[in-house]
């Protein structure tokens, strides 16, 4: 096992700013003077920024209008500037379906990116049977990514983020984990089953699982229940920026002297509030402090951009991915009078693409196929307000790096 110590309090700092999120209607300013010209290429992103996990996921919209400035101030793509229209899905399957559907049939949009794990399910009939490239940030439903042919997958495929809790806990060492599951997301449930399901052939066992809801006014009752079964390391499949946070620090309280598994988009400045709590977990979007080339660039974009906007966390890196895959998939391609089938055809050319590292593992796409499964990842370890951040590569990188952001993969034992 490699491990890589890197400090991050700069980046913590950042993330534990909480902003407003763009308008509703909102959309990336025009293009510099001298800069492209023509009519944008549109890209809508339909999220919630507002509801549910609105804390973690709204702030990857200034992400993705920080990236459009940038590709704008570098002469657009193929010399046309880029225009995100950006609709709030509200974290409610209704709401979310409207602003899609208005993305894509009144915006004209040639490709649609959505970050919302609460609705994206009741978009998947509309999408699928639509004609517009479905860009990943994060995606929780497996009928989705790696299921469609013109969904196109870059983080990774949610089965094996679950998978990566347990291997995770026990990469730390751990010989027992339990999770604690929201009740307001049916997908929450998931992380849960596989940990059970693969505990025994990691040598580790598992201790029960509870559903808690971020309106609680205590977690007491499964806190000690936690605890007297002996469990070692808690996973958390919420949103833990307002329910985890209290809960870890209800757990330590009541005497808890495990760590917790928070893995995904909650690898964020929440980890600071329970402080010298043990955290580790896995990320299906690249590790924001390390030192190699294009993670550097993503925080130099970013403080030129949006100086004010938090750049720690996976929703963020995630949503930086989806779009720079975007760019590279239509590199070279004369963009005027740019067609959806353009841009889904053009995908079909991206053939074993790590984006420089920013991918876990390398990414093929083939037309008229769905997207292979992501099934790499990466472990971090962390403690409460140390600002500093390991990446834990286990076994033979996933993305064939040797620098510190080399990625690691699921090795355990199959699983359904």
């Known amino acids: 096992m490699k491990m890589s110590r890197l400090r991050a309090a700069a ?52 992400v993705a209008q920080a990236w459009t400035k940038w590709v704008n101030a570098e002469g657009g793509i193929g010399g046309r500037p880029v225009e995100i229209v950006v609709r709030d899905t509200a ?3 209704a709401t979310a379906l409207t602003a899609v559907k208005e993305l894509v049939e009144q915006e004209g949009v040639v490709a649609v990116m959505v970050g919302d794990g609460a609705s994206e399910s009741g978009l998947r009939d509309y999408l699928a049977g639509s004609d517009v490239a479905v860009l990943e940030v994060q995606s929780f439903d497996p009928k989705m990514f790696s299921a469609l042919p013109n969904f196109f997958a870059t983080s990774t495929t949610d089965k094996y983020v679950h998978s990566g ?23 929450c449930a998931q992380a849960g089953e596989v940990s ?40 958390m499949a919420l949103d833990f ?27 964020n400045g929440g ?33 030129e951009f949006a100086p004010d906007v ?5 929703w963020q890196t995630s949503t930086w991915t989806g779009l720079e895959m975007f760019r590279k998939a239509l590199a070279g391609h004369t963009a005027e009078g740019l067609t959806r089938q353009q841009v889904i055809d053009a ?29 790499c990842y990466w472990i971090y370890s962390y403690t409460g307000g140390s600002g500093e951040f390991e990446n834990i590569q286990k076994g033979k990188s996933g993305n064939g790096l040797t620098t510190d952001l080399a990625s690691s993969c699921y090795d355990g034992p199959p699983f359904s």
């Open 11 to 62: 980046m913590l700092a950042a993330g534990a700013v909480l902003l407003t999120a763009c308008s509703s209607g909102g959309s990336s300013g025009a293009a510099p003077s001298g800069g492209p010209e023509g009519d944008p290429i549109k890209i809508g992103y339909a999220l919630a920024q507002t509801g549910f996990a609105s804390g973690v996921v709204g702030p990857t919209a200034e």
């Open 91 to 93: 974290a409610t399957p």
């Open 165 to 187: 809790y347990a291997e995770a806990a026990a990469a730390a060492g751990g010989k027992s984990i339990a999770f604690a599951v929201c009740a307001e997301v049916a997908a």
């Open 196 to 235: 059970e399901e693969l505990a025994p052939g990691l040598d580790m066992k598992y201790t029960g699982t509870v559903k808690v809801t971020g309106s609680q006014p205590s977690f007491t009752a499964e806190c000690l229940k936690l605890n007297q079964s002996d469990t070692e390391w808690i996973g």
């Open 241 to 267: 920026s307002v329910t985890g946070t209290r809960m870890a620090s209800d757990c330590l309280q009541q005497g808890y002297t495990g760590g917790f598994v928070v893995g995904s988009g909650s690898v």
């Open 271 to 303: 980890l600071d509030e329970v402080p010298d709590a043990k955290f580790t977990g896995p990320m299906n979007g690249f590790p924001w402090w390390v030192d190699d080339a294009p993670v550097a660039q993503y925080r130099d974009v970013m403080a």
């Open 310 to 314: 938090p750049i720690t966390g996976t």
């Open 347 to 375: 995908y079909g050319t991206i053939k074993d693409e790590t984006l420089g590292g920013l991918l876990p593992q390398p990414v093929t796409y083939t037309a008229g196929e769905p997207a292979p499964p992501v099934s």
